[in-house]
C-alpha cells in the first residue's frame, strides 16, 4: 500500500511540475498561428508567462487585415480540467463603432471539462450584461443580453425574446 501511495504521488507531482513549468508561451504562439489560418492576428503585444498562464497587454486585433479592436489586458488561466479567458478593457476601432459596441469593459470566457461541448461567455460593456454559450458540437452561439443599456449599434443583429429581453442567435 505505502509503494501504490508513493507511485500515484509521485505521478501527480510530476504532472504538477509538468503544468507550472510548461512553455506556456509556446502555447500562446500556437494559438496564435491558428487564428492566422483564418486572417485573425493580434500584434503589438507584450506577452508574460505566469504560474498558471499568461498575461498578454496592449494586443491589436486585426481581421483580414483591418483593426477591429484594442485590449487593455488578456489574462489565460489554463488548468487541466478548467480554462479561462479573461480580457479587460477592449476599445473598438472607430471605424467600426457604427455597427460595433463602442468598448466592452470585461468578457469572461470559461471552458471546463465537465461540460466539454459548451463555452460559456459573460461579458460587460457599453450594450449592458451579456452572457451566453457557444455549442461546440452543435456549432451555435447565444448571448443573451438582460440589462441591455446601449445597443442601437448592434440591435439590427438582435432578436427580442417573449420576457422583452434581447439576444444574439447565430451558428457557424
Known amino acids: 500500500m505505502q509503494m501504490v ?6 505521478f501527480l ?15 500562446y504562439y500556437l494559438l496564435e498561428k491558428k487564428l492566422k489560418e483564418n486572417d485573425i492576428v493580434l500584434s503589438n503585444e507584450t506577452v508574460t508567462d505566469t504560474w498558471v498562464g499568461l498575461n498578454i497587454k496592449n494586443a491589436d486585433v486585426y481581421v483580414k487585415g483591418i483593426k477591429m479592436a484594442n485590449t487593455a489586458n488578456l489574462q489565460l ?6 480554462n479561462t479567458l479573461n480580457v479587460e478593457n477592449i ?3 472607430e471605424s467600426l463603432q457604427a455597427m460595433a459596441p463602442k468598448s466592452i ?39 443573451d443580453f438582460p440589462v ?8 439590427k443583429f438582435l432578436k427580442k425574446d417573449k420576457t ?9
Open 164 to 172: 422583452g429581453g434581447w439576444y444574439y442567435e447565430t451558428s457557424y
Open 77 to 82: 488561466n489554463i488548468f487541466f480540467f478548467y
Open 91 to 93: 476599445k473598438i476601432d
Open 13 to 27: 507531482l510530476f504532472f504538477i511540475f509538468m503544468w507550472l513549468l510548461a512553455p506556456k508561451q509556446e502555447l
Open 148 to 155: 441591455a443599456k446601449d445597443i442601437q449599434t448592434i440591435k
Open 105 to 143: 469593459d470585461e468578457l469572461n470566457v470559461k471552458y471546463s471539462l465537465l461540460d466539454p461541448l459548451n463555452v460559456t461567455i459573460d461579458g460587460l460593456g457599453s450594450f449592458g450584461t451579456a452572457s451566453g454559450t457557444v455549442a461546440l458540437k452543435a456549432k451555435q452561439v447565444h448571448i
Open 5 to 10: 501511495k508513493r507511485i500515484v504521488g509521485g
